[in-house]
């Protein structure tokens, strides 16, 4: 019972290093989403995919590219982090019709330094 | 303004008493609506689903007022295992698809 699994669960990166944050869902899910949270901000949206072959901005997309690669994965990629995107990631998916809700993986935490 | 609004608290209450949160939305045209739970450094789970009529689940009570837009998420009976961070998610048309965003927040405290 898998659910959303996102790889790696902790990462350091040096300022400049680029990394990619794996999302893979087995639920069968169109549409998929990353997030970033930090203290006192609450959830913001980076991109999301509505479904297979489509991405778009969230609130919070610079600094950031994505990768629908197939409809059970989404990944994010971080070209030259800066320490700004230190945060905890969640990817989360859900069903396209509008009253379903999302399921989260349990989180990546990124620390940029 | 944020499309979403939480009072963060934090909420600090004993065991076995009742607690209300209440969230604001700005987008009239939001199509449902959710609340999460998040304990600390976790993912958020899904708590309940909120419809318009109101729906309650054991000791957790739900309503959605679209004339006010706002919903509120009741708690009767609170346990220590009650607390937590309880986000709001409110799901709006944009761009032909469905965005969930998110409130801040509410954090619950329940002591002895």
């Known amino acids: 019972n898998a659910g959303v699994t996102q790889t790696p669960k902790f990462q350091v990166l040096k300022t400049g290093q680029s990394m990619t944050l794996q999302c893979a869902q087995d639920m069968n899910h169109n549409s998929m989403y990353w997030y970033r949270q930090d203290p006192g901000m609450g959830l913001r949206l980076i991109y999301y995919?509505?479904?297979?072959?489509?991405?778009d901005k969230g609130e919070v997309p610079n600094g950031y590219n994505v990768s629908r690669l197939n409809k059970r994965e989404f990944s994010l990629r971080l070209e030259s982090a800066a320490p700004s995107q230190t945060s905890v990631y969640f990817c989360a998916s859900s069903s396209i019709r509008s009253n379903q809700p999302q399921h989260f993986g349990d989180g990546t935490r990124l620390s940029i330094l | 303004r944020k499309e979403v609004e939480q009072d963060p608290g934090p909420f600090n209450v004993p065991e076995g008493a009742t607690v209300a949160f209440n969230c604001t939305y700005s987008n009239s045209a939001s199509q449902s609506f959710f609340w999460y739970r998040q304990d600390c450094r976790k993912e958020p789970k899904l708590l309940m689903s909120v419809y318009s009529s109101g729906n309650e689940d054991g000791r957790f009570t739900a309503q959605l007022n679209r004339a006010s837009q706002y919903i509120s998420l009741l708690i009767r009976d609170s346990k220590l295992s009650d607390s937590a961070t309880y986000l709001c998610v409110v799901n709006i048309i944009g761009g032909g698809s469905y965005i969930p965003t998110f409130g801040r927040g509410t954090s619950l405290i329940v002591h002895p």
């Open positions: 995919s509505a479904s297979e072959g489509t991405t």
